[in-house]
């Protein structure tokens, strides 16, 4: 199982100080990839542990890509139908680029819908909204010039440089559609399912999988885990685990600092994931 931590991006906590300092520590500590979450429009009634401030999830990512050196970069997850999709692969280009081929791309549908409002988007198309913007990243990262002709999305031939190799793609949601997506473009599935009902949903994916010749994708929770009981930690970890996830998205929640956020990361290395 590999492990990768959130890192906050919301909230008066998410200075560049701290950021880069979260990144330092998660990186000397082993761990595979830092997260980041995304929101662009909070309302004003739900601003309860943020105070609305959000740092784009996308510039973020740019931002540690220059202050780390070797652990992966991940978006858990991008709310794919709030943003264009030329401009937003030109963006996750651009990144894969300058951190070396490092992102990791976890992509999902959204559900605020007052954050659809906001943005001037029908969150009832969300889903072909999605399935375009995969189609279109697909699309780009594989030609340099190529016209691009989808059913909401239509471009005629342009250079599409640089052009690393695309971002691991992992696709968030729980229902049918999302599986469809993992089936047609996943690298990873990031459900939100708790163990004793992810376990067959793996099971079900893993079937379709074969039944479609497509290799085993990573499995992903996120979960949050405070440093108390190192028993329990050790239990639950194990039971996502016999459930089927092979990727644990450590999630400490609102930590107060840069120095909380180091002890509880540490001791989740050194004592649970060990």
């Known amino acids: 199982m590999k492990y990768g931590v959130a890192i906050r991006n919301m909230g008066p906590q998410a200075t560049r100080a701290t950021l880069r300092a979260c990144a330092a520590t998660a990186e000397s500590l082993g761990y595979d990839a830092l997260f980041v979450s995304d929101h662009l429009c909070i309302p004003p009634d739900q601003t309860e542990g943020s105070g609305g401030r959000y740092l784009d999830v996308l510039t973020t990512l740019a931002y540690l890509a220059g202050a780390t050196e070797r652990i992966r970069l991940g978006v858990s997850v991008l709310v794919v139908p709030y943003r264009p999709a030329v401009l937003t692969a030109k963006q996750i280009a651009t990144i894969q680029e300058l951190s070396g081929e490092r992102m990791i791309l976890g992509v ?76 047609e473009f996943g690298d990873g599935w990031h459900p939100m399912l708790a163990a004793d009902k ?17 290799s085993a994708v990573e499995i992903v929770v996120r979960r949050v885990m405070r440093a108390d009981d190192i028993g329990a930690a050790k239990a639950k970890l194990q039971a996502e685990r016999d459930a089927g996830a092979t990727y644990f998205i450590l999630d400490l929640g609102r930590y107060p600092s ?5 002890v509880q990361a540490e001791w989740f290395m050194r004592k649970v994931a060990s």
């Open 198 to 214: 992810l376990k067959p949903a793996v099971v079900e994916l893993n079937r379709n999988l074969a039944a479609n010749n497509k």
């Open 108 to 183: 999902g549908v959204g559900w605020m819908k007052p954050e659809f409002d906001a943005l001037g988007v029908d969150k009832r198309q969300r889903g072909r909204l999605t399935d375009e913007m995969l189609r279109v990243l697909r699309h780009l990262f594989a030609h340099e010039a190529l016209a691009f002709n989808g059913e909401i999305v239509r471009f005629p031939a342009f250079v599409f440089l640089p052009r690393p190799a695309p971002p691991a793609l992992w696709i968030g949601g729980n229902g049918e559609k999302a599986m469809s997506r993992v089936l």
């Open 258 to 262: 840069e120095r909380e956020f180091a």
